[in-house]
């Protein structure tokens, strides 16, 4: 069934189901790349004297998109908050540390992941989300030139 859109008002409000759905689409693959990275950080170390509590690599949120304004978001991020078993580090320090590809503050091996700079190359600066963008318009019938 065809819209008649006569203002600016109207098409932003029959555009936001698209948008809900597209930035939705667009944090979940963020959500997946994060946790790809938090998993192989885990996988580049083996701890000899502790035993993991694991709280690092649950502590990834995915905020469902939703409307400000004229706009819609999403956040993906560290709960840096849920970050309390740690001994004499913070949860800030401990994201900082993975984002550095340490554990602990200690290069422990070439392999190690930088957390989230990895997420934001292989999501944001590779065009991964631009591309994936363009197609949920595409496949919702809106016209987009690469």
Known sequence: MAKHIRNMDKLSKAL?????????????????????????????????????????????????????GNKVMASVYIDTDSLNNYYNATGKQVAQWANQGT????????????VWNDTMKETLENGELL?????YLRSHGISVRS
């Open 103 to 114: 554990h602990g503050g200690l290069v422990t091996g070439s392999n190690t992941p930088r």
């Open 16 to 68: 936001q189901p698209v948008m809900l759905g597209m930035v939705d689409e667009l944090a979940e693959r963020v959500y997946e790349i994060l946790n790809y990275f938090l998993q192989e950080y885990y996988n580049s170390y083996d701890p000899k004297s502790y035993r993991r509590q694991f709280d690092f690599l649950r502590s990834a949120v995915k905020v469902e998109p939703h409307v400000k």
């Open 131 to 135: 591309k994936l963008a363009a197609e």
